[in-house]
């Protein structure tokens, strides 16, 4: 609720004393009346720029904060361009703050889901996959992408989207230093 600058003054002029000395404080028109309006306009402009911040601060609303809401978190980087529309950059704003959390095999599967895709998430040791020794299969993970309908012929070069580069992109970010990740069926 945005307040008027008469209830601003009202509001100044209320934490006045009564007495002869501040007797003008609700006279219309007076000199120190004026002098409380003036401070008061600049209450009422304080009031206007902590409403902004509050509402811009959000990372899915902001317009005005997009490039610090990147730069705060490492946009652009080698997934995340940082162009686009502003819908398209707070997404990316929203998923980059996500990723943050990323440590389960469920956070690995939502992460796809958010890009439409299914994928399943698999420790090496668990997936079908040969491994040269067992150390290398404890430091695997293994994702196997269902995606969307393609052409049963097999072209050098993807159609469409470029989703599931993004996601390898992601996953190679979020996944422990220690690990490397696999991804079948591709």
Not at 145 to 158: D, K, S
Not at 174 to 180: G, L, M, R, W, Y
Request: glycine content about 6%.
């Amino acid at each position: 609720m945005a307040f008027t600058l008469e209830d601003h003054t009202n509001a100044i002029a209320a934490y006045l004393p009564n007495g002869r000395t501040f007797e003008a404080k609700g006279i219309q028109g007076s000199n120190f009346r004026q002098l409380l309006t003036g401070i008061a306009g600049e209450f009422q402009r304080a009031q206007c720029y902590i409403q902004t911040l509050e509402d811009e601060f959000i990372p899915d609303l902001t317009t005005l904060f997009i490039d610090e809401w990147e730069q705060a978190l490492g946009i652009p980087d080698l997934c995340f361009t940082g162009t686009g529309t502003d819908d398209e950059r707070r997404r990316d704003i929203l998923t980059k703050l996500s990723l943050l959390g990323v440590q389960t095999v469920e956070d690995f599967e939502n992460v796809a889901l958010v890009f439409g895709l299914t994928a399943e998430v698999l420790a090496g040791v668990d997936s079908a996959v040969v491994f040269p020794d067992i150390t290398s299969a404890r430091y695997t993970i293994v994702v196997n992408v269902t995606l969307p309908e393609r052409f049963i012929y097999t072209f050098p070069f993807t159609f469409g989207s470029n989703l599931l580069v993004f996601l390898q992109c992601i996953f190679d970010q979020v996944k422990p230093e220690n690990c490397q990740v696999i991804f079948e069926g591709i």
